[in-house]
C-alpha cells in the first residue's frame, strides 16, 4: 500500500513558480511510474504529466495551451519524491494538483488516466492571480 502525500501548492502571481512535491511512502516508490493531474474548479480532471520509473520516458499533456514547456515533471527514486516544477504560471493553472502512482511495469502511449493509477494523493492546490 502507498500512501502519496503532495506539497509545495499555494497562491502566486501570474508567471511565477512553484514547485510540487509528492512524498512516497509504504511501498517500493521506484517501481512505479508516476503521474501528476489536475482539477480545476467546474471542470474535470486532466492529466498534466508522467514520469516512468526509470525516468527515461517522459510525457506532458499535450491539448491546446497545455503545460509542455513550462511544467517539469522529475523524480528522485532514493527520496521516494516525486516532482513537478512549474514555471511561467498563468491563471488556468490554478486548480487542485494531485500525484498518482501506476503499477503497471510498461505503460503504452504519451498519457495516463487517473483510472490507471492505483495509488492517488490527496490534493495540493494551486492559485495564479493576474
Known amino acids: ?19 510540487l512535491s509528492c512524498a512516497a511512502s509504504g511501498g517500493a ?7 501528476w493531474f489536475r482539477q480545476a474548479p467546474g471542470k474535470e480532471r486532466e492529466f ?5 520509473w526509470s525516468a527515461v520516458n517522459i510525457y506532458y499533456a499535450d491539448y491546446v495551451d497545455s503545460v509542455k514547456g513550462r511544467f ?18 498563468k491563471p488556468e493553472d490554478t486548480a487542485v494538483y ?11 502511449g504519451k498519457s495516463l488516466t487517473w483510472s490507471d493509477c ?8 494551486v492559485t495564479v492571480s493576474s
Open 72 to 89: 517539469t515533471i522529475s523524480r528522485d527514486n532514493a527520496k521516494n519524491t516525486l516532482f513537478l516544477q512549474m514555471n511561467s504560471l
Open 1 to 19: 500500500q502507498v500512501q502519496l502525500v503532495e506539497s509545495g501548492g499555494g497562491l502566486v502571481q501570474a508567471g511565477g513558480s512553484l514547485r
Open 118 to 125: 492505483d495509488y492517488w494523493g490527496q490534493g495540493t492546490q
Open 29 to 35: 516508490f521506484s517501481y512505479y511510474n508516476m503521474g
Open 98 to 108: 494531485y500525484c498518482a502512482a501506476d503499477s503497471r511495469a510498461v505503460r503504452p
Open 48 to 52: 498534466v504529466a508522467r514520469i516512468s
